[in-house]
């Protein structure tokens, strides 16, 4: 529900600008393009529950779907999150409760 509506808002804003800017696929309108993205995330998520999959390779998935939905191969994805380290994951937070 509504939980995730302000995240839902402003993943249709960043694709809305990507698409302006040339830098996202303009053949699926904006809301709906967003709605795939986090479609395929929660698939993503989902699966991982499933298989087991860990939590760094759960990372990259998640990023590489989103990434193939908006457009861009498998090769450029890649490079892509090479080059980007908000793309790659971070190390886990540990908090003074957890320690």
């Known amino acids: 529900g509504t939980e995730l509506a302000?995240?839902?808002a402003e993943l249709q804003r960043v694709v809305e600008r990507g698409i302006e800017a040339g830098e996202?696929?303009?053949?699926?309108?904006?809301?709906?393009l967003a709605r795939l993205i986090e479609g395929g995330a929660l698939a993503v998520l989902d699966?991982?529950?499933?298989?087991?999959?860990?939590r760094a390779e759960g990372h990259s998935?998640?990023?590489l779907t989103?990434?193939?939905l908006c457009g861009l191969d498998w090769r450029a994805a890649g490079?892509?999150?090479?080059?980007?380290p908000e793309l790659r994951e971070a190390a886990p937070r540990v908090t003074e409760a957890a320690s």
């Open 6 to 8: 302000p995240l839902r």
């Open 24 to 32: 996202l696929r303009g053949d699926i309108p904006a809301p709906t």
């Open 47 to 54: 699966e991982a529950t499933r298989s087991d999959i860990g």
């Open 61 to 63: 998935l998640v990023i």
């Open 66 to 68: 989103a990434l193939a």
């Open 79 to 84: 490079e892509l999150i090479a080059a980007t």
